[in-house]
């Protein structure tokens, strides 16, 4: 499986958009990217995932760039609710087994008042 | 409401004994996971299931065990032998186990006397 590489920590403003990249250089033709957040002492909670395309949902906007080695994960108007760790995961193709996905340290997203 | 229960919240285990971390799922989802999570770091994987009856190894089972019996239930073991096991313990669901989102509990922290 591939891994990731993403920033210890972050901070963001309130209100402001929150942008927090991840390396994925290792990556397959047909491994998605995943996004999770986890808020301090409960389970992590699904955000977005992108196979090549850009991808928005209510949450978030998942950016993959051309030769897929990147993403950024933009939160466009960051709450004091966004404060998280987040997951950026490289996911095996169907039928290999999801639960072997690597759940790296993450990003600490601080967002200040 | 659909969901993942986990119980309890908290459990203490004194030396020698074994202990047992509940994970129940109404989604209708085949396959179901625990992690473990230790303070700063991220998840690792103890065991999966994709199907009742039939549960693999992740990267950490030993002084784990599982079972499978029914479609909704995963309950996890902590043994004797696991000689570290504070940690925060994580269940997971997703539909068939292949490329999809998965679906997490709000955990149990596990805390030795």
């Known amino acids: 499986d591939a891994k990731t590489t993403q920033p210890t920590s972050m901070d963001c403003a309130e209100g402001r958009a929150a942008n927090l990249p991840c390396n994925h250089s290792?990556?397959?033709?047909?491994?998605?990217v995943y996004w999770y957040r986890q808020i301090h002492s409960q389970g992590p909670q699904y955000i977005i995932h992108?196979?090549?395309n850009n991808e928005t949902n209510e949450m978030a906007s998942l950016i993959i760039t051309e030769d897929r080695k990147s993403s950024t994960l933009i939160l466009p108007h960051a709450t004091l609710r966004d404060t998280a760790v987040y997951y950026c995961i490289v996911s095996p193709p169907y039928g290999g087994s999801q639960g072997n996905l690597i759940f790296g340290k993450g990003t600490k997203l601080s967002v200040k008042p | 409401d659909g969901g993942i229960t986990q119980s309890p919240k908290y459990l203490f285990r004194k030396e020698g004994q074994n202990v047992t971390l509940s994970c129940e799922q109404n989604?209708?989802?085949?396959?179901m996971y625990w992690y473990r999570q230790d303070p700063g770091q991220g998840l690792r994987l103890i065991y999966y299931?994709?199907?009742?009856?039939?549960?693999q190894k992740g990267d950490i089972a030993e002084g784990y065990s599982v079972s499978r019996e029914k479609k909704e239930s995963f309950p996890l073991t902590v043994t004797s032998a696991q000689k570290n096991p504070t940690a925060f313990y994580l269940c997971?669901?997703?539909?068939?186990?292949?490329?999809?989102?998965?679906?997490f509990g709000s955990g149990t922290q596990l805390s030795v006397l």
């Open positions: 997971a669901s997703s539909p068939r186990g292949g490329n999809e989102k998965l679906f």
């Open positions: 290792t990556i397959s033709g047909n491994e998605y």
């Open positions: 989604l209708n989802h085949d396959a």
């Open positions: 992108g196979l090549k």
């Open positions: 299931s994709q199907i009742v009856n039939d549960f």
